[in-house]
């Protein structure tokens, strides 16, 4: 790559940006645009752009303005960021904004290293790193208990991860030192008399950030924007530093440092859980460095927020080094499903959603917004039966053909060259179509399409949305595939079964669901 350097201008891609700040299942402007404004931007497909153009069709200049208007938005939104990190990490904005988080991480411990006259690794060659590909190690503890729960208190470790690195002192060159014999941990000791690299780097910037924090409340609100873009990024490259020991082309890998991290994750997240249990609280969901609760007895909010607090005073004061429990919220109702999937609303009725079928590409529209009533219903209402009879409507509406044919089009990335796929998919088979008769489809195109009826399998039923009239379109696929599973497990968890959706039942109160 050949980089032009006499230019006062630089190239800023704000692709890979988005990847490693978002957690997105797709990365267009459209979706990240929405993601962080809330903002619905035209939408037109690639696939129509020459008819408007031929047409002369006015829309295609507000897609035009809008492409522009955004990318500027999302740039102004990101670059302050960008920027601080290219600070802190010493390399310039073009290659800043074309790494990943590990790769910053890198250049923090070679700088150190230097520092320290310490020897850089090497990076790893191919057989290496298909090694290290080959590599396990038991993660982080998640569990979930399914139901719906009142009055629940969420607990989060403060950088769980970076703590027990700078509190055990573990770094791939005090691993197994030669000068101590101190306690075993996986069969495996950390150096004790000399401070680790990876410690000493962390070290570096959660005293950085610590001081930055410190200096936001001392400055007017334009300076405290810089400062905050700078605790943000700083926070981002500290939380890194665990994923960069077992990413397989670091310099510094080291599996058997990344399995002793989430070791003692486990072991204080668990004794942590314990503790709160004696202390009246049930826990209903674990994950990794936090957990949600309710007391077991019926207490008001006030309290039950006074005796979070309390539990957080009683557990900092028995937590070793630097390991610190954060009170960090309460929400008035939630719905546990199963690992990593759950939503819950605060008191301002803003729902929280984490891993559940609407944020994810491959299912249709109609999917989605069914799920997301259905979620405001319980969450925000506490109306199971609501919910319920806001299923079978949207099931009566396909029927009739009342639905908009674009809530039905499904969305599927190409991931790969077409010819290596040894299965077929609906995707799949419409690519295959299209490149026979002489279009381009590319690793990476996203595939959008629509099942019709007929008693061909369902790959050969999937037709672009141009090609179809709404009374063509298979009504039970999307009940079957579409509507009903992402509904039934948030159904299933409030105690909701899929005949109770398809007919009348016995009326349902919201009290006879809930957990205590």
Known sequence: MVINHTSQEVHIDLYPIARRLLKLTKY??????????????LKIGHENIRLFWEDKDKILIEYSLQDAKYTYKLGEYFLPLEVMFSRIVNQNIFSITRMTSGQMVEYLLMKMAYKENMIVPNKPDEEEYKRRVNESYEGGYVKAEKGMFNDIVYFDFRSL???????????????????????????????????????????GLIKRRIEVKKRMNEVSDEEKKLLDYEQQSLKILANSHYGYLAYPRARFYSKECAEVVTYLGRKYILMTVE?????????????????????????????????????????????????????????????????????????????????LEFVRRDWANIAKTTQKKVLEALLIEGDIE?????????????????????????????????????????HIELAK????????????????????????????????????DIKDVDINYYIDNQILPPILRVMEAVGVSKNELKKDGKQITLDSFFKT
């Open 161 to 203: 991860y970076p703590s027990i690195i700078i509190t055990y002192n573990i770094s791939p060159d005090t691993i197994d030192c030669d000068c101590c014999n101190g306690e075993k941990i996986l069969n495996h000791h950390f150096c004790k008399k000399r401070e680790g690299l990876i410690p000493k780097t962390l070290k």
């Open 433 to 468: 179509r299209l490149i026979r008769e002489g279009k381009k489809v590319n690793v990476g195109d996203v595939i959008g399409y629509i099942i019709v009826k007929g008693a061909k399998s369902i790959s050969e039923r999937a037709k672009l949305p141009e090609e179809v």
């Open 28 to 41: 267009s402007l459209e979706d990240v645009v929405y993601a962080l404004f809330g903002i619905e931007k």
């Open 275 to 355: 503790e709160a249990e004696k202390f009246g609280f049930k826990v209903v969901y674990i994950d990794t460095d936090g957990f949600y609760a309710i007391y077991k007895e019926k207490i008001e909010k006030n309290e039950l927020i006074e005796k979070a607090k309390e539990f957080i005073k009683y557990i900092n004061e028995r937590l070793p080094g630097n390991m610190e429990l954060e009170f960090e919220g309460y929400y008035k109702r939630g719905i546990f499903i199963t690992k990593k999937k759950y939503a819950l609303v605060d008191d301002n009725n803003r729902i929280i959603i984490k891993g």
């Open 386 to 426: 609501k919910a319920k009879n806001i299923i079978k409507e949207i099931i009566k509406e396909l029927r009739e053909g009342k639905i908009k044919k674009e809530d039905l089009i499904i969305y599927t990335q190409i991931t790969k060259d077409i010819k290596e796929y040894k299965t077929t998919a609906p």
